[in-house]
């Protein structure tokens, strides 16, 4: 069945370089997400990769996909306090309809 | 253009009450789908509706219930409250045909059932 595992915390410091990982079960995944969700609001997309890239950049994030090892990465280099929040790692196969395998979530916290 | 839109966004019910919460989707997006974000959970997939359709379920009794007006717009309703129904209740809608089939979502409805 599908199912997306993350480590539940992580604590950096400000100015340092955050990686959060995640691990899927799907390969017929077609696309792969990370969501943010800040306290009290609903989940805002951050950045997503196709399933037949590698490496994504975006300004300070950067996504590595490993599609071997079925694990794909978050890194957020300068972390902010602003930051600090949940990161969900999310599969998703485009069939019949939408079809979206959330991760429990990476609760990140910047400490100053 | 205005966001997803759910309400209400706060609601107390007690055990054996029935609630309905309401969606909005973007202007344009005819896929909405439903999420019950808990503490021990996570986020699990509720319903997607697509052009007043149930296209996708996921494994809620079926006290949960949902539906799509031709408007896009769309209600759940969860009937006999239990005490493990208090969560957020989070709406999402896409655009269909959509290269990456984005999610866009709103910022949800908390209940808690006492």
């Known amino acids: 069945g599908e199912d997306v595992e993350q480590s539940l915390f992580l604590s950096v410091r400000e100015g340092d370089s955050s990686v959060i990982n995640c691990t899927y079960t799907d390969s017929s995944s077609t696309y792969l997400y990370w969501y943010k969700q800040e306290p009290g609001a609903g989940l805002q997309l951050l950045t997503y990769?196709?399933?037949?890239?590698d490496m994504k950049q975006d300004q300070r994030l950067t996504v590595l996909l490993n599609k071997k090892d079925k694990h794909l990465s978050l890194r957020i280099a300068d972390t902010q306090t602003g930051d600090s929040a949940i990161y969900f790692c999310?599969?998703?196969?485009?069939?019949?309809?939408?079809?979206?395998?959330f991760g429990p979530g990476t609760r990140l916290s910047v400490l100053p | 253009k205005a966001g997803v839109t759910q309400t209400p966004r706060y609601l107390i019910k007690t055990r054996g009450q029935q609630v309905t919460l309401s969606c909005s989707p973007i202007s344009g997006h005819r896929s909405v789908s439903w999420y019950q974000q808990t503490p021990g959970q996570g986020l699990q997939f509720l319903f997607e509706y697509f052009s007043e359709t149930q296209r996708n379920k996921g494994n809620f009794p079926g006290r949960f219930s949902g539906r799509q007006f031709s408007n896009s717009r769309s209600e759940m309703n969860v009937s006999t409250l239990e005490l493990g129904d208090s969560a957020l209740y989070l709406c999402a809608s896409s655009l269909e045909g959509s290269n990456t089939g984005e999610l866009f979502f709103g910022e949800g409805s908390r209940l808690t059932v006492l």
């Open positions: 999310a599969e998703s196969i485009l069939n019949y309809g939408q079809n979206f395998v």
């Open positions: 990769i196709f399933s037949n890239m």
